[in-house]
């Protein structure tokens, strides 16, 4: 196992912690055998082509699993749990692996990976609902195509978008670039099918828009990050695809500038408004310098993005007009641009879609995903851009603005536990002073876990054991991941107060 630093050592710790009350067993060639029969020979056991597998997107976790299974269906994934689980053999459920808080790789070499990537079929789109069934291993953007036919999309949509699956996103809850506009996977997503620790099979596949028969048990699999069940299918609500879409680009001199136009635009372009992002100064140097990006406007420290989507070209065209010129009228904005292409639209976009990809070329990303009240947020990138001075290479923010979502980065070359010890817990007990969230929308992981009180309370984390336990009572499913059993591993936040001045 080649987590670094401190995660390395809390991964050696956790293992034997978890050992005194749950206890996993070795892989044997015998398990394999049974294993690959089950799979019809649909396995990986070569350390060369395990490494995609074992690695994350980030390049954060080095993981040492010997054997990913690739289930084509339902059935075969039921009975793969149940032998695992009679046999104590841990299991980590695999999408893309583009999830960024090593949710998704295992943390002990005797864990197997269950990848959903040959559970990739449609299973039928209804043009009357605009319903579409699906297999948990389809790629977000293969979706898209198939529903583009249709005219009709996905609810969603992330830079990751043509790895990720759409198993990963509702297993994450993943928000992304159009949350803004289509609201959370929570209710976008209309039925599951899943199976439990024990091969149980849950169908919950329901393509119905109301239904309130009591407990909704299909909302416990979304962001559960497969510690609860592994998602097989899913039903997943698909608008109509918008047929005309504007994408422009400001520059602000001030976050107050910022937070003004970023105001005027939820009022004035209301339900034609699809995206609100923004990027600040140094996140577009990293773009520029990483993946040689050039800023197309004068360099401000603030960036702006705005998407509209609509059905009338000029109505939509014209709304956006008015409100550029009273973002320039009253100086809010110093430059922009209008996309007059669908190319030029995309290189926008590329700007602010492609933050994580420039980061991974610094080296090492130290990265935070925090709810925080708009008119704090920034405070807490100075904060922290003071304390990593000379420590870093970048101390870089970007985020869905509109949803108050900051995505807060520090890149350097490499690892260092000092760097590391600047910054956490520093980040999370300012956002718990605030009232925040320590992760607004890429789950809480392996990296997050132990940070959990920092936004639940304690009556809220004991339901999240007792629903674990009652769900995997072996705890076979991504140990260590989401909510720890052990609660002596996790951190508790200092008094309220500690950075409220
Ligand atoms: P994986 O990374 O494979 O897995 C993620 C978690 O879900 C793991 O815990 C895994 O065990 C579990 N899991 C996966 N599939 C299943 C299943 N079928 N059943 C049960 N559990 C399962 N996230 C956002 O929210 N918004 C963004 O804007 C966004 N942008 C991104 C941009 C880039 C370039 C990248 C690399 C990542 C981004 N992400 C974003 C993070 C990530 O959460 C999403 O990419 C996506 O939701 C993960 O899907 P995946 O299929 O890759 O899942
Ligand atoms: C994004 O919004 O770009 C993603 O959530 C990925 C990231 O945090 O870098
Ligand atoms: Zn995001």
């Given amino acids: 196992m080649a ?190 099918e899943a199976v439990l620790a024990d091969g149980t099979i849950i169908d919950c596949m329901s393509s119905l828009r109301k239904d309130n028969t009591g407990y909704d048990i299909k909302q416990l699999f979304i962001g559960s990050e497969g510690t609860l069940g592994v998602i097989t299918k899913i039903a997943l609500l698909a608008p109509i695809k918008p047929a005309y879409k504007n994408v422009a680009m400001f520059s602000c001199h001030t976050y107050e500038d910022l937070l003004q136009a970023l105001s005027l635009a939820k009022s004035r372009l209301g339900e034609i408004v699809s995206a609100l992002e923004f990027i600040d100064y140094e996140a577009m140097l990293v773009v520029n310098q990483h993946l040689d990006l050039k800023c197309p406007i004068s360099l401000a420290p603030f960036f702006f993005f705005i998407e509209t989507s609509g059905s009338n070209q000029e109505h939509d065209r014209q709304k956006l007009d008015e409100y550029l010129e009273e973002v320039y009228g009253k100086a809010l904005v110093t430059d922009g641009t209008v996309a007059e292409d669908s190319s030029k639209a995309a290189y926008i976009w590329g700007l602010r879609e492609r933050q994580v990809e420039a980061g991974v070329r610094v080296g090492w990303i130290y990265k935070y995903d925090l709810s925080l009240p708009l008119n704090c947020l920034y405070e807490l990138v100075q904060e922290t851009r003071k304390r990593c001075k000379g420590l870093a290479s970048y101390t870089v923010s970007y985020g869905h603005l509109g949803d108050s979502n900051l995505h807060l980065n520090v890149y350097n070359t490499h690892y260092t536990q000092e760097l590391k010890d600047t910054i956490e817990p520093f980040v999370f007990e300012w956002t718990a002073s605030r009232g925040g969230s320590i992760s607004a929308e890429h789950g809480m992981g392996f990296d997050k876990a132990k940070y959990i009180y920092f936004s639940k309370q304690k009556e809220s984390v004991e339901i999240m054991r007792q629903l674990k336990r009652r769900f995997d009572p072996n705890g076979i499913l991504n140990p260590n991941k989401t909510v720890l059993l052990d609660d002596s591993k996790c951190i508790r936040p200092p008094p309220i107060g500690k950075y409220n001045h």
């Fill in 3 to 192: 987590f670094r630093g401190i995660t390395k050592l809390f991964v050696t710790q956790t293992r034997f912690s978890q050992l005194s009350t749950l206890s996993y067993k070795r892989l044997t060639d015998n398990d394999v055998e049974i294993l690959s029969k089950i799979v019809e020979g649909s396995i990986i056991t070569n350390t060369d082509d395990l490494e995609t597998y074992n690695t994350d997107w980030m390049r954060r976790c080095n993981a040492k699993s010997k054997l990913v299974l690739k289930p084509n269906s339902t059935q075969k994934v039921s009975q793969i749990l149940s032998y695992c689980n009679q046999e104590r053999i841990a299991v980590v459920p695999q999408g893309g692996n583009t999830g960024l808080v090593g949710g998704g790789v295992p943390m002990d070499s005797n864990e197997i990976i269950l990848s959903l990537s040959k559970m990739n079929k449609v299973i039928e789109f209804e043009p009357s609902l605009g319903v579409l069934t699906c297999e948990a291993g389809c790629v977000l953007e293969n979706l898209d195509r198939y529903l583009e036919k249709f005219g009709h999309c996905v609810p969603l949509d992330l830079g990751a978008k043509g790895s990720c699956q759409i198993g990963g996103n509702v297993s994450t809850n993943a928000g992304g670039l159009r949350l803004l506009r289509y609201g959370s996977l929570r209710g976008n997503v209309l039925g599951i």
